[in-house]
C-alpha cells in the first residue's frame, strides 16, 4: 500500500513517521513545497532574536535521516499542483517539471498560508512562516541601513516578531487593526502584556490599519507614517485548502477542508490534517478552525493509526495556548468572554489575583486568572492566566479539567503538589474553584468591570473597603471609603439602595459583601476588585483614544 503525503512539516512528518512504525511494508512519499522538512516553525522568531543561535537546531530533521531511519522517500521543493480523486493520482511539479504519482491513501497537510495583503506588498515586507521568511528577515536585520521595523498584527506572530526584534535595539512598533493586541485574552487580561510591550521601548497601535507602504515609510489609516526599514507582515493565516478544493474536496464554511473523526475528507482515500483542517471545538462541538503545532502532530499520529487499521475519533480542541513576551506570559484555553458575548451564550465570570506561589517565599508574584463558566452546569468554558511564573502549569490543569469535565467548582477539590517555592496550600486552582463555589447563582451577586459605569450611572453606590491608603493613591471615580476592619461600626454611612462593594483584588469585598448582605443591604461584590476594572479600563481607554 502506498500513502502520498502533500506537507513535510508538523502534521504530515508525525503522519509520515507513525505510520512507518506500525507498517514496515508501506511505501511512504512525501512531496513538501520548500526546501525545508519538520523544521520548528515555532521557534523562528527566537533566531531572529537570538535567543537561538545556532540556526541547524530549528531543523530536526534532513530527506536523508527520513530515508536512512524510517525507509521514507521525503521530496523537496516538489509541490502537488492538483489531485485526481477519480484516478488516485496527484501531479507534482519541481524544477524538472510535472510528474504523475499514484497512491492508495493520500495524506493533505499543507498546513496554512500568510494573508499577504496587497497594501502590504512591496520587497521590504516579509512574513515569518517558512525557514526562508526567517533567513530574509535575519540577514535584512544585520545589514548596517536597518534602524526601525514596524509589525502588522498582534497575534501570536506579531508578538513574539516585535518582542525578538526589539530585544536587538530596533525601533520597533506594532500595528493591531483590532481594539487590543492578543485577541485570544479579554481587555482585562490583556493589559499585562500591553504594558509589558510599552515598557520594553516598542510603541503599540490598536484600532489601525495600513493605508500605503512607501519607499521608507509606512501610513496609517489615520495618517500616521512609520519609519520602516522592514516591515514584518502578520496579520494571519488561512487553510492551505485550495488543491483539496479544486480536487472537489468539501471545504468547511470556515475555509478549511472537511474532515470526519478520524479525519478523512469527503473522499474516503483522502485524508486532512494540520491547519489546513478543520477541527471540532470542544465547547460547541462545531467545525473550527485551530492552528496549532501540537493539534497538527496529534491528528497527523492519529491519521496514521486509521490507515494502519485503528479507528479511535479526534479529541475535540480547546486551541490551548501560551505565548512569553519579555517577563510576561499569557495563556488561554476554550473560549473567552468576547467570543461568548458575540455567540449570545450564557456564562458567568470569575477573577482572581493570588500570587504564583507562597507570599512568604522569596520571589513571589501576581497572577491574574480568569474563568468562564456555564452557569446551569457549572462547567468550565474557557479560561485565562496572565503572570511572570506559574502561568504554564495553571493553563494545563484548568485545560485538562475542561477536557475531563470536572466543573468549577470542584476545582477546590484538587490535590495538587505544594512546595513554598512552587505552589500555596491554597494553590490558585483551588481558590479558583473556591470563588466558583462563593458565586455560583443563588450565592453571592458579582459585578463585571465592564457593568459597574451603567450601574453606577443609575444609582448604586461604590464602596471601597481598601484602606485610606491604597483609597487616596487611587480609586474608581465615585467611589466612596470605608475600609474593611470599620465596616461594622460605619454601616449606616452606607447610603440606601444598590451598593457594589469592591477591594483591590475581591477577597476583602467577598469578607464586606457577606457582613452588610447579613445586615439587610442589597449588595455585591465587584469580581477582580480594583485590578481587574483599572485593567479593563486601560485597555478600552487605549482604543477610544486611538480611534
Not at 521595523?149 to 530596533?170: D, H, M, Q, T
Not at 519579555?326 to 458575540?342: S, V
Request: with cysteine; charged share 20%.
Amino acid at each position: 500500500m502506498k500513502t502520498v503525503i502533500i506537507g513535510g512539516v508538523a502534521g504530515g512528518m508525525a503522519a509520515a513517521t507513525r505510520l512507518r512504525r506500525l507498517d514496515e511494508t508501506a511505501e511512504i512519499v512525501v512531496f513538501e513545497a520548500g526546501r525545508y522538512v519538520s523544521f520548528s516553525n515555532c521557534g523562528l522568531p527566537y533566531f531572529i532574536g537570538g535567543v537561538i543561535e545556532d540556526r541547524g537546531k530549528l531543523l530536526s530533521h534532513s530527506p536523508e535521516s527520513f530515508r536512512t531511519r524510517f525507509q521514507i522517500d521525503v521530496n523537496l521543493e516538489h509541490e502537488v499542483v492538483s489531485i485526481d480523486p477519480a484516478a488516485k493520482e496527484v501531479t507534482v511539479r519541481n524544477s524538472a517539471g510535472d510528474s504523475v504519482h499514484a497512491y492508495d491513501q493520500l495524506i493533505i497537510a499543507t498546513g496554512a498560508l500568510a494573508n499577504n495583503p496587497d497594501v502590504l506588498q512591496s520587497d521590504r515586507t516579509s512574513s515569518l512562516r517558512t525557514i526562508d521568511d526567517m533567513d530574509r528577515i535575519h540577514a535584512t536585520l544585520n545589514e548596517p541601513s536597518t534602524r526601525s521595523v514596524v509589525v502588522i498584527g498582534g497575534g501570536y506572530i506579531g508578538l513574539e516578531a516585535a518582542e525578538n526584534i526589539r530585544r536587538r535595539s530596533f525601533t520597533t512598533t506594532l500595528v493591531q487593526r483590532g481594539p487590543r493586541i492578543f485577541p485570544a485574552l479579554d481587555p482585562e487580561m490583556v493589559a499585562a502584556l500591553h504594558d509589558e510591550l510599552i515598557a520594553h521601548g516598542v510603541t503599540v497601535i490598536t484600532g489601525r490599519q495600513v493605508r500605503t507602504v512607501e519607499s521608507a515609510t509606512v501610513t496609517l489609516d489615520d495618517g500616521t507614517e512609520l519609519e520602516a526599514d522592514l516591515i514584518i507582515d502578520a496579520t494571519g493565516v488561512a487553510p492551505a485548502s485550495a488543491v483539496a478544493e479544486n480536487a472537489g474536496l468539501r471545504i468547511g464554511d470556515s475555509g478549511g477542508i472537511w474532515v470526519d473523526a478520524q479525519h478523512r475528507t469527503s473522499d474516503p482515500f483522502i485524508f486532512a490534517v494540520g491547519d489546513a483542517a478543520e477541527k471540532t471545538d470542544a465547547i460547541t462541538g462545531l467545525p473550527t478552525l485551530v492552528a496549532l503545532a501540537g493539534l497538527a502532530n496529534r491528528h497527523g499520529r492519529a491519521t496514521a493509526d486509521v490507515i494502519a487499521g485503528t479507528t479511535e475519533d479526534a479529541v475535540p480542541a480547546l486551541g490551548t495556548s501560551i505565548i512569553g513576551v519579555f517577563g510576561i506570559t499569557a495563556a488561554a484555553t476554550g473560549w473567552n468572554e468576547t467570543r461568548l458575548r458575540e455567540g449570545n451564550r450564557p456564562h458567568r465570570i470569575i477573577h482572581i489575583h493570588p500570587p504564583s506561589h507562597a507570599s512568604y517565599y522569596p520571589g513571589a508574584s501576581p497572577l491574574a486568572m480568569k474563568l468562564l463558566i456555564d452557569p446551569s452546569t457549572d462547567l468550565i468554558l474557557g479560561a485565562q492566566v496572565v503572570g511572570r511564573d506559574g502561568v504554564d502549569k495553571r493553563i494545563d490543569v484548568l485545560s485538562v479539567a475542561i477536557s475531563a469535565g470536572i466543573t468549577a467548582s470542584a476545582l477546590k477539590n484538587l490535590e495538587l503538589a505544594y512546595a513554598p517555592q512552587y505552589g500555596s496550600a491554597k494553590d490558585p486552582i483551588n481558590l479558583a474553584g473556591y470563588v466558583a463555589e462563593n458565586t455560583a447563582p443563588g450565592q453571592m451577586r458579582t459585578v463585571q468591570w465592564h457593568e459597574l459605569d451603567a450601574l453606577s450611572r443609575t444609582g448604586s453606590t461604590i464602596l471601597d473597603v481598601r484602606t485610606t491608603e491604597e483609597f487616596d493613591k487611587s480609586h474608581i471615580p465615585g467611589a466612596i471609603n470605608i475600609p474593611l476592619d470599620e465596616i461594622r461600626d460605619r454601616a449606616d454611612e452606607i447610603p440606601d439602595g444598590d451598593v457594589i462593594v469592591h477591594c483591590q483584588v475581591g477577597q476583602r469585598g467577598n469578607t464586606a459583601t457577606r457582613i452588610l448582605a447579613q445586615t439587610g443591604h442589597t449588595v455585591a461584590n465587584l469580581d477582580g476588585g480594583y485590578l481587574t476594572w483599572h485593567a479593563g479600563i486601560s485597555q478600552t481607554s487605549n482604543s477610544k483614544e486611538q480611534s
